[in-house]
Every structure is written in C-alpha cells, then in structure tokens.
C-alpha cells in the first residue's frame, strides 16, 4: 500500500488537507469490492457521459449485471470500455473506501453463461424483467482507503506525530 497525505498532494490547507489517501492492491480492492451492494456503472451516450446505479455481482473476476433488453445499458455498452465504481463513504468519520474498476463491456449471448449468471443470487433493484446480462472485465482495478487521522491539538503537527503522540509509553 502506497500512503499519500493530502497536503502532498497540492490541495488546499485545512481539515481535510491532514487526512491520508492509501492505494489499495488488486486483490484488497476486489476484496472490498464483493462487499458493495450497489456501484455505478459509467459509460457514454452520444459523446456524454452516462452513470446508472446498478446492483452486481462478481463471477470469475468479472463484474455482472442484469438489465433489460430496452434499457440504454443494454443499448449502448456493448463492446465499449466502461467504468463501473463502488465505495463505502462514511462523512462522519471522513473515512471509507472507493474501487474504481475499467474494463470492456459485453452483453452476455451464449445460453449457457447467460443461465449460469440468471441463477446467481442478484436481483435486480429495478421494476420489470431484468433478463439480459453484462460482463465487465477488471483490466484496471484502482481502490483507495481514506481516513482522517488521529485529532491532533497542534494543527502543524504531521498525522505521523499525531499518531506517535497516541501510542503509549
């Protein structure tokens, strides 16, 4: 894991300036990811983007949805590289944790692979047939924790000498 301090990284000064980005690995970020119930699905329409909230689930390192034959999802990302993006913010903390996954998109057509992924446990939040399936592959897969330090009583204090300052002994 990489640690990168806000303030290094050119933002402005203040509260959140003294929390800490950490770059999570391919596997912690997977790992996080099967835990979302919900991500957003990122893609473009006409040149625009486009995000669509959407249940999922993982299968052999892939990211599957259910849609429907006449939504835009199943329209327009077939073929096409898409992100697709889950997290788990908590703001009173100023902590939690974000996966951002890139990949192609396929809408799924053998009969065999389609079966195996409208048996798996994800129900679609939406109203109405959800009978189409699309794999995302995870070619980049970027995550990364942030928390705010220790409070410190000195604002110059480096989040290490604060953290130290909490040790005992």
Known sequence: MVRMHTAAMGQADGAAAHGEFIRLDRGESMRLLATA????????????????????ALADGLIVLRTA??????????????????????????????????????????PELLARYQ?????????????QCVEITTELVEGRRVRRPAESTDPQQSPQDAARDLQPG
């Open 37 to 56: 119930p919900v991500g957003r699905l990122i893609f473009t329409v006409n040149a625009l983007p486009a995000v669509r909230l959407m249940n999922f």
């Open 69 to 110: 034959a006449d939504t835009t999802v199943a329209r327009r990302v077939h073929d096409t590289i898409v992100a697709f993006e889950a997290d788990d913010l908590d703001a009173a903390t100023s902590s939690g944790w974000s996966v951002i996954v890139t990949g192609r998109a396929t809408l799924v057509t053998d």
């Open 119 to 131: 048996r798996m446990p994800l129900v679609a939040w939406a109203p109405g047939d959800r009978d």
